[in-house]
């Protein structure tokens, strides 16, 4: 089975890699990364992971999955207007 945990950890440090985020992984269940663009109160956004490794926005779109983290990161920081470090 599918560590969900470790993989948004991995999910939140690829995030952190674009300086306009902020990123707070939170353990209560579900598991899931809470991230806000610096400059905006607007934007806002929780990914969770399923079961079968797939980035989840609160909306359910799927950015990616545990295969390519990166991506999926540089996918929510696309949709949150961030720009890389």
């Not at 969900?4 to 674009?18: D, G, I, N």
């Not at 359910?60 to 295969?67: C, I, Q």
């Not at 540089?74 to 949150?80: E, F, G, H, K, W």
């Amino acid at each position: 089975m599918l560590d969900t945990m470790s993989c948004l950890e991995r999910f939140a440090a690829a995030t952190r890699e674009h300086i306009d985020l902020s990123v707070r992984v939170m353990t209560a269940s579900p598991p899931r990364v809470q991230v806000r663009n610096r400059f905006s109160d607007n934007l806002t956004e929780t990914v969770t992971c399923t079961d079968h490794g797939a980035f989840i926005t609160s909306w359910g779109y799927r950015l990616g999955t545990v295969d390519s983290v990166e991506d999926a990161a540089a996918r929510l920081a696309y949709l949150m207007a961030a720009l890389p470090a």
